[in-house]
């Protein structure tokens, strides 16, 4: 796929761009250099392949999922203003 000059300007006045000629021409050049890497790289055979999370073989330390601080939920409801069924009501916003 290759842009022309007449769809740089399309899809700036879509944008809401400002180019000017010389502009354009530079703009046309660099996209359509990155059309040309995207189909060089959807040309590679990658069948067998399977798919990365990342680029390295990374693993993430993780801890023990373990409770750490205390229940003090009714401590809270206590001095909420006010509380339902364990929920905090609040006033309305959007009406």
């Given at each position: 796929?290759?842009?022309?000059?007449?769809?740089?300007?399309?899809?700036?006045?879509?944008?809401?761009?400002?180019?000017?000629?010389?502009?354009?021409?530079?703009?046309?050049?660099?996209?359509?250099?990155?059309?040309?890497?995207?189909?060089?790289?959807?040309?590679?055979?990658?069948?067998?392949?399977?798919?990365?999370?990342?680029?390295?073989?990374?693993?993430?330390?993780?801890?023990?999922?373990?409770?750490?601080?205390?229940?003090?939920?009714?401590?809270?409801?206590?001095i909420a203003p006010q509380t339902?069924?364990?929920?905090?009501?609040?006033?309305?916003?959007?009406?």
């Amino acid at each position: 796929m290759s842009l022309t000059l007449d769809d740089i300007q399309r899809i700036a006045r879509l944008a809401r761009i400002r180019l000017e000629d010389g502009e354009a021409a530079k703009t046309q050049s660099h996209l359509n250099g990155l059309f040309a890497l995207v189909a060089q790289m959807q040309a590679v055979d990658t069948a067998g392949i399977p798919p990365m999370a990342h680029a390295r073989d990374v693993h993430q330390r993780l801890r023990a999922d373990v409770v750490t601080e205390p229940d003090r939920r009714d401590a809270f409801q206590a001095i909420a203003p006010q509380t339902e069924a364990g929920l905090y009501l609040v006033p309305r916003v959007v009406e």
